[in-house]
């Protein structure tokens, strides 16, 4: 029975560089988020995802960043050019269907760490 | 900008003393919860109550809202070493679209001292 898996657990970026951060939902979930955090802060919702749908990228910013989550495979975050206030632990959380309501709670990953040097 | 912020910043005790937590928020609320983030790791689902709800309990924990002043405490109990962590509360903003956008304060950083 596992959790939302996140790869990798630390990705080190130069400046320039793409980075792409993976995302497997817990099993039967199809509801995935991103939220970033950055130290000593609290997480900032990023985007919702649905299978092949992005529902609400209110929190992403519009240039270099974009996410998807395909009908098969996990959910992607990409970040195109990074530069070096990306640096920040990104967190990916599920839901299930019967439950996307927002009175179901969310399971987070353990987080991809980014580093843009 | 953040919706809820939880106060103290920082808590030290000792093993045993009960922790208390609070969180206020600025706007509506279809819920708020509580999570719990060890160091390096993802955040674990605590407790969530809902705007219709004064008290919630779990284990040790004790949760309670108060909607007239959008302000939230999260109490723990017989404190253990091992519920050394920080804790955050999140809300879900009232006409959030149905769905789990949590919006998160900057959390409490608990030590508990064997």
């Known amino acids: 029975n596992a959790g939302v898996m996140q790869n990798p657990r630390h990705l080190v970026r130069r400046r320039g560089q793409e980075a792409r951060l993976r995302c497997s939902p817990m099993k039967g979930h199809s509801h995935v988020y991103w939220y970033r955090q950055l130290p000593e802060e609290g997480l900032k919702f990023m985007v919702y995802l649905q299978k092949e749908n992005i529902i609400d990228e209110s929190g992403m910013p519009k240039e270099r960043f974009s996410a998807e989550f395909p009908k098969e495979g996990p959910s992607i975050l990409r970040i195109q050019q990074v530069v070096r206030g990306d640096s920040a632990a990104y967190f990916c959380?599920?839901?299930?269907?019967?439950?996307?309501?927002?009175?179901?709670?969310?399971?987070f990953g353990n987080g991809t760490r980014l580093t843009v040097t | 900008s953040q919706q809820g912020e939880e106060d103290p910043q920082a808590l030290s005790i000792q093993e045993g003393e009960n922790a208390t937590m609070n969180c206020s928020y600025k706007t509506s609320i279809n819920n708020l919860q509580w999570y719990r983030q060890n160091s390096g790791r993802g955040l674990v689902h605590l407790i969530l109550?809902?705007?219709?709800?004064r008290e919630k309990h779990s284990g040790r924990l004790r949760v309670t809202l108060d909607t007239s002043k959008k302000s939230s405490s999260l109490l723990i109990t017989a404190s253990r070493a091992a519920d050394t962590a920080s804790y955050f509360c999140a809300t879900v903003p009232g006409g959030s679209g149905g769905y789990n956008k949590l919006i998160f304060g900057a959390g409490t950083r608990l030590a508990v001292h064997p």
């Open positions: 109550i809902r705007s219709n709800e």
């Open positions: 959380a599920s839901s299930p269907l019967q439950g996307s309501s927002y009175n179901s709670p969310l399971h």
